[in-house]
């Protein structure tokens, strides 16, 4: 059965065709049958405090053109919203969620309340015994014990994406009260600081979880030899792979309190056997995935979705 489907995105135009995981839902959702619809979120409106939006409707989708019409529409008449716009969450995130959260009909993903109470980087916390050792502070004192405890560490805002102000410091670094001091805003923002992972050097593992099932084959990021970072958008190499034991164990422990929370789709990452980052804004990953397996496999996300 036909679905109208929106997707709540960034501007269009700055899209990677070739790469956006976004792009690829929608056209995916095209082929199958669906009427999709796209927007940002400065198109929400409350009226009546009901939301209501300045959506297009795609009625032809393809690497040149899209043939769109603009429509007004109360959002309650749609069956499902994918909520897919970037991180930072910030305010205008903030109060894009509030204002879904007063729609009673469609299915949205992921969930406004859920994405309001969740960090990307904080949500692993709820693991203590699939993570790497931990620090969320803005303190130097603190900070610097840490690294002196454990030699080699990764510092990284709470709020960035795709590898941004990711650093590698090491005991006695020189560097070491400078990096801090722009990560922290001079110790005024709290950051996340883990001790390194040795196994980054053989990939960084990003595993797609649909309604807290794990797909089979998840994308290993390796890094460049001049860089620690596996992120694509920082020239990590792309390769498939199939979960092991460990990577099961880590998927089937947090299943159950994504499905609490609503969490239907999210990616997961994995660096040696633990769980680094819980990504449930847009995740990405699936054009890679479906280009190395030549599966269809967003087809099979949407189908499992609605």
Do not use: W
């Amino acid at each position: 059965m036909a679905k109208s489907i929106l997707f709540i995105i960034d501007p269009i135009q700055d899209l990677n065709k070739e790469k956006d995981t976004s792009l690829l839902l929608m056209r995916t959702s095209i082929e199958i049958g669906h009427h999709v619809y796209f927007c940002s979120h400065t198109d929400i409106s409350l009226k009546s405090n009901i939301p209501h939006g300045k959506i297009k409707e795609i009625k032809s989708f393809n690497n040149e053109k899209l043939e769109v019409v603009e429509k007004q529409f109360n959002l309650n008449q749609l069956d499902v919203i994918f909520i897919r716009k970037d991180p930072p969450f910030n305010k205008d995130y903030l109060f894009l969620t509030i204002s879904l959260g007063l729609l009673k009909k469609p299915k949205i993903i992921n969930c406004p309340h859920a994405l309001q109470s969740h960090n990307e980087k904080l949500s692993i916390l709820n693991f203590p015994k699939l993570i790497p050792k931990t620090l969320v502070s803005s303190q130097l004192k603190d900070i610097t014990q840490f690294i002196a405890k454990y030699k080699q560490v990764v510092c990284k805002p709470i709020d960035e994406m795709a590898g941004n102000k990711i650093f590698l410091l090491k005991k006695n670094d020189p560097n070491i009260n400078v990096t801090l001091e722009v990560l922290t805003d001079n110790y005024s923002t709290l950051i996340m600081i883990q001790e390194y992972i040795p196994e980054i050097r053989k990939g960084d593992k990003r595993i797609i979880m649909v309604n807290g099932e794990p797909l089979p084959n998840g994308l290993l990021r390796i890094p460049k030899k001049s860089d620690f970072r596996g992120n694509l958008a920082k020239g990590g190499k792309a390769k498939i792979f199939k979960l092991s034991p460990s990577d099961l164990n880590i998927t089937q422990s947090i299943k159950p309190y994504l499905i609490e929370h609503n969490l239907n789709f999210v990616g997961i990452d994995v660096i040696g056997n633990y769980l680094t980052e819980i990504n449930i804004t847009s995740p990405t990953g699936l054009v890679e995935i479906q280009k190395l397996t030549k599966q269809n496999v967003a087809k099979t996300v949407i189908q499992s979705l609605f």
